[in-house]
């Protein structure tokens, strides 16, 4: 892992590729029942679909120019979750797509992290790979993920149905154009 290195700092985090080592930290974080409850269905995943999901991540990198970063907190070095793009083929209605999301081990919850780390994402998905439009998906009731797409300067796009698990989902949208007229609020 770790083979092009793109690394994005901001105060307190450091967005980076994955390595091996991640693995069962990120394992820790998908076994948490409460850390999966708004994320598909709500089962947890065990180490194995952890290191599946984090080959795959690597392989978006490899095919895209992005992915999900490893998220790290700078102070500590601890691993404490991810953020990142993401093609989300689990929603077909609103492909072709580019997805920001984040998930965060509970620790790390009501810190400000996956604002701050999505801030840092959504900068690098528009200026840095040049993207014209990013979405989000929450599952409705997920009003910690609202909270931060408003923060991102989103906007509700529609509300729907997730097929594989028949929950209802809002997608969120952002247009460079508009992330660029935002100015500096959109990446402080």
């Known amino acids: 892992m770790c083979r092009d290195v793109t690394t994005v700092q ?65 102070r500590t070095g601890e691993l404490a979750g991810f953020t990142g793009l993401a093609v989300p083929t689990f929603l077909p209605e609103i492909m072709p797509a580019v997805e920001i999301g984040w998930r965060l081990g509970r620790r790390h919850w009501g810190q400000g992290y996956a ?34 797409m408003r923060k991102l300067g989103m906007s509700l796009d529609r509300e729907t149905v997730q097929p594989s698990c028949g929950r209802a989902v809002r997608v969120y949208a952002l247009s460079r154009d508009e992330y660029v007229r935002q100015g500096p609020a959109a990446s402080a």
């Open 10 to 74: 901001t105060a307190r985090l450091v967005l980076r590729r994955w390595r091996s080592d991640d693995v069962a930290v990120m394992a820790e974080i998908n076994a948490d029942p409460e850390v999966m409850r708004w994320i598909g269905d709500g089962a947890v995943s065990d180490h194995d679909r952890t290191a599946a999901g984090i080959t795959a991540c690597e392989r978006e990198w490899d095919e895209h120019g992005f992915g999900l970063f490893a998220v790290e907190v700078r």
């Open 115 to 148: 604002t701050e780390a999505a801030r840092a994402a959504l900068r690098f998905a528009f200026l840095e790979r040049g993207l014209d439009r990013i979405v989000s998906v929450h599952q409705v009731g997920n009003v910690a993920s609202e909270r931060v």
